[in-house]
């Protein structure tokens, strides 16, 4: 290295993202992903035993990718080349070939090879890697925001383990935070920084999970905000909301808010208001409520008070939850938003929800007996035992009906269902035999 790369490195040392200065170094830094890395867990596992397989590792922005394979070459005392799939080719990797080849016949010595944003490179440039993953001279890390299982070639895929990392906790990313405020050479400390809790909440909350964003909102903070006549900087709520430009809610994912606005959200769609749905909907993504619950509440409103007045509700609201969990957020609150609204506009009728409260309270009260025609006759001398005997087949009968006992003797003057005039029920009561008998 000679004194122009010193002056850089030196440079870049003090100019470099916060996110960058505050990257972890060694495994014990790392905060959050504990299904990979806690004690026991693979990585970990692969980590101390100095032997580490080729992987991929597939998450959201910020979540640690770039880290987790830097902190790997560091704990086991490997070469590590790095290489981004937007800026580089075949030329960089045979590059990085010939290196590793020398390493390993002069000193013995393994490369890491780190690839990120894998899925970029296209068929040739994935099969240029093969023969030097599969050799053993490379270890690949690949890091990757899109599904490797839609991305990456099979051939490479099958030499290589594949990791999901998760978003990272609210509290990891305040714990992160609170780090670099104390941290006097890489972070914040030289600051005599003063930050409120609301503030750090209100970024962490916001970042959803991508420490990189609530790291860069916080440098931004500490570095526009006045300083005070007794040498803090203190950043409050409006400065945090100020510099990850995003205002705060009143909304308390665990607290009183998080019940009073799903409450809301629920009533107005019973109430058949669309746009009240859709402005609770609205408020619970924008405060980071977790979209699988939402999707969940209204599932069950679509059974609770929509019912058989649209059966259809039933199959959006389920195809809203899984088009959630294929494509995430933020195309995801789309089709939220579409069963928010087909639900609220749709007939109403709790008449199923009702029904199953009446048996269910029934089979508490009473003790029951098929009736024997309607047992099972498929064994044999089971019409010794009077088991199906004078059962009517309906499908033998004008329209597929015939009047016969189905209830119990104990219930047979119960009625559970009762449609109502709404939607699709209005047919159940004009076409099903029981309910028009004329």
Not at 259 to 267: C, E, G, H, L, N
Not at 271 to 286: E, R, T
Not at 366 to 385: C, F, G, Q, R
Request: charged content about 25%; overall charge neutral.
């Amino acid at each position: 290295m000679d004194l122009f790369d010193l002056t850089k490195e030196k440079t870049l040392s003090n100019t470099a993202p916060l996110a960058d200065r505050m990257r972890p170094r060694t495994l014990e830094d790392i905060l959050g992903q504990s299904d990979i890395l806690g004690p026991e867990k693979f990585l970990h596992r692969c980590i101390k035993a100095n032997r580490i397989p080729s992987i991929i590792l597939f998450g959201p922005p910020g979540t640690g990718k770039t880290t987790i394979a830097k902190v790997i070459a560091n704990e086991v005392k490997t070469e590590f080349f790095q290489l981004n799939a937007v800026t580089s080719g075949v030329k960089e990797i045979r590059e990085v070939v010939e290196k590793a080849n020398q390493l390993l016949g002069m000193y013995g010595k393994n490369s890491i090879l780190f690839i990120d944003e894998i899925h970029r490179f296209s068929k040739n440039q994935q099969d240029a890697l093969l023969p030097h993953v599969e050799k053993g001279l490379l270890t690949l890390i690949g890091a990757t925001t899109e599904n490797p299982y839609f991305e990456v070639n099979k051939a490479l895929l099958s030499r290589t383990t594949v990791l999901k990392l998760e978003l990272l906790a609210k509290e990891d990313i305040i714990s992160i935070m609170k780090k670099t405020i104390q941290d006097k050479g890489k972070g914040l400390g030289k600051f005599n920084l003063e930050i409120s809790q609301q503030a750090l909440n209100h970024i962490a909350q916001v970042a959803g999970g991508d420490a990189r964003r609530a790291l860069n909102a916080l440098e931004i903070a500490a570095l526009s905000t006045p300083m005070m006549d007794d040498g803090k900087i203190v950043i409050d709520l409006h400065t945090a909301e100020e510099s990850i430009q995003k205002r705060t809610v009143q909304y308390d994912k665990n607290g009183d808010q998080h019940y009073d606005v799903i409450s809301a959200f629920i009533k107005s769609i019973r109430g058949s208001d669309p746009d009240a749905a859709l402005h609770y909907l609205a408020k619970m993504l924008y405060a980071g409520e977790d979209p699988e619950f939402i999707a969940r509440r209204l599932i069950i409103s679509a059974s609770e008070d929509i019912g058989n007045a649209d059966p259809n509700a039933l199959t959006i609201a389920v195809a809203a939850h899984e088009t959630y969990k294929i494509i995430g957020m933020p195309e995801g609150k789309i089709a939220l938003a579409q069963a928010a609204a087909y639900l609220a506009t749709a007939p109403k009728s709790n008449a199923s929800y009702i029904a199953i409260d009446k048996a269910l309270l029934d089979i508490e009260n009473y003790m029951t007996t098929v009736p024997n025609h309607l047992k099972d006759s498929h064994y044999k001398n089971a019409k010794d035992l009077g088991h199906g005997v004078n059962y009517l087949y309906p499908h033998d009968y004008d329209n597929n009906y015939v009047e016969q006992q189905y209830m119990p003797d104990q219930l047979l003057d119960k009625i559970y269902y009762q449609p109502t005039e709404n939607g699709y029920e209005k047919k159940i009561k004009k076409y099903c035999p029981k309910y028009n008998k004329e």
